[in-house]
């Protein structure tokens, strides 16, 4: 199975100011052109929402000041103005091979 | 606009086996993606079940191989999710979703006597 670590497992941020999420895999996500590597957002009491795909695409209705990045076995989740509405737990997970598997976890919340 | 909703009972006994229905609106069965089932288990993170595609071709999570199925209900337009032999490590949040989304909003169950 392929391993997926995020760090960190908490962020307190400010709102106004960037925040950043790293994800590792333990082997590369690379294959056919793209990375198979997804980003999601789990606010409290709601389920999962898809942020990002094949590592760098917005899902409809994302704001641009979220944006995904990486290549290989490091992925970037950065978001450049931190509002309210945007904390709650960031998982990544890739799609690359089954069975599909996620990072911990990244809390954010506000200071 | 594109919604699934999970169906089933909330309260399992151990040994016995989960069964949960996910209903799809406003897409079809059909349609060319994986259906996919996702778990929560209290306090702790997501674990990826399985997925079945249109075809009836499916893949399953190794850790749960042994117990899943995961199959698909065309003329009901749903697909479903039994995990035989359940225990206390089974109780969580279980979500269908649709590939690339969205996600149901997840229904709990509790496996206990």
């Known amino acids: 199975d392929i391993v997926m670590t995020q760090s960190p497992l908490s962020l307190p941020v400010t709102p106004g100011e960037p925040a950043s999420i790293s994800c590792r895999s333990s082997?590369?996500?690379?294959?056919?052109?793209?990375?198979?590597l997804d980003w999601y957002l789990k606010k409290p009491g709601q389920s999962p929402q898809l942020l990002m795909y094949?590592?760098?695409n917005r899902a409809s209705g994302v704001p641009d000041r979220i944006s995904g990045s990486g290549s290989g076995t490091d992925f970037t989740l950065k978001i450049s103005r931190v509002e309210a509405e945007d904390v709650g737990v960031y998982y990544c997970?890739?799609?690359?091979?089954?069975?599909?598997?996620f990072g911990q976890g990244t809390k954010v919340e506000i200071k | 606009q594109v919604q699934l909703q999970e169906s089933g009972p909330g309260l399992v006994k151990p040994s016995g086996t989960l069964s949960l229905t996910c209903a799809v609106s406003?897409?079809?069965?059909?349609?060319?993606?994986?259906w996919t089932w996702v778990r929560q288990p209290p306090g702790k993170g997501l674990e990826w079940i399985g997925e079945?595609?249109?075809?009836?071709?499916?893949n399953y999570n190794p850790s749960l191989k042994s117990r899943v199925t995961i199959s698909v209900d065309k003329s009901k337009n749903q697909f479903s999710l039994n995990l035989s032999s359940v225990t206390a490590a089974d109780t969580a949040v279980y979500y269908c979703?649709?590939?690339?989304?969205?996600w149901g909003l997840g229904t709990l169950v509790t496996v206990s006597s």
């Open positions: 979703v649709k590939g690339g989304g969205p």
């Open positions: 406003g897409a079809s069965i059909n349609d060319s993606y994986w």
């Open positions: 079945i595609y249109h075809s009836g071709s499916t």
């Open positions: 082997q590369s996500l690379h294959s056919s052109g793209h990375y198979y």
């Open positions: 094949l590592g760098s």
């Open positions: 997970m890739q799609t690359l091979q089954t069975p599909r598997t």
